[in-house]
């Protein structure tokens, strides 16, 4: 079974820090997304990689197939960014989810 | 506009009783998901539908059940037999399964009292 973690499991930052969320997990898989979480529990997908790096406005993911980890970055965050951070990994036919991380940017 | 809806958004039910959440998609997806979250806890799948009429247990699936008659609706049922049932249920929708973007709904908090 893919066991997947999540550091740091919570993150307050200064608006207009950069912030970084990292994600390790232990099985080879074939995708790796990360995902963002409002307090009303809505849930957004950001980004679904399995190599290299992906962008998205202020938002970069990276993954480390070797390594078996990925990060999430935030240039410039805001307080709207304040959310928890999910990641999870598609392997076969499954998908295993990560504790999350709970990001407070104040203004 | 192309989205995932699910109903109640709040959900009371007295312990014993069976209870339905609903979950429709009008996205044309053929992968439908139904997903148990719990305090602290990372979300867990509970049932899954490549495609219509056919769907799979996941790694929670015991007091629950489901159908997929329609592509577009895929009702989660919580028997008597879950033992806890008291959690936020996420359904979610992908053109494909499992190695594809999904799209979530905005979730239905059940409480059995």
């Known amino acids: 079974k893919n066991e997947v973690e999540q550091s740091p499991q919570n993150l307050t930052a200064q608006e207009g820090e950069f912030i970084t969320i990292n994600c390790s997990y232990s099985?080879?898989?074939?995708?790796l997304h990360w995902l963002q979480q409002h307090p009303g529990g809505g849930i957004v997908s950001l980004f679904m990689?399995?190599?290299g790096k992906k962008k998205h406005g202020r938002l970069i993911a990276t993954i480390n197939i070797q390594e078996k980890h990925s990060s999430l970055h935030i240039t410039a965050s805001h307080p709207r960014d304040s959310a928890v951070y999910i990641c999870?990994?598609?392997?076969?036919?499954?998908?295993?989810f990560g504790p999350g991380t709970r990001l407070s940017v104040l203004p | 506009d192309g989205g995932i809806t699910q109903s109640p958004k709040y959900l009371f039910r007295k312990e014993g009783q069976n209870v339905t959440l609903s979950c429709e998609q009008n996205?044309?997806?053929?992968?439908m998901y139904w997903y148990r979250q719990d305090p602290g806890q990372g979300l867990r799948l509970i049932y899954y539908s490549q495609i219509v009429n056919d769907f799979q247990k996941g790694d929670i699936a015991e007091g629950y059940s489901v159908s997929r008659e329609k592509k577009e609706s895929f009702p989660l049922t919580v028997t008597s037999a879950q033992k806890n049932p008291t959690a936020f249920y996420l359904c979610?929708?992908?053109?494909?399964?499992?190695?594809?973007?999904?799209?979530f709904g905005p979730g239905t908090r059940l409480t059995v009292l």
């Open positions: 996205l044309n997806h053929d992968a």
């Open positions: 099985v080879g898989i074939s995708a």
């Open positions: 979610a929708s992908s053109k494909w399964a499992w190695a594809d973007t999904q799209y």
């Open positions: 999870a990994v598609n392997y076969g036919q499954n998908f295993v």
């Open positions: 990689l399995s190599s």
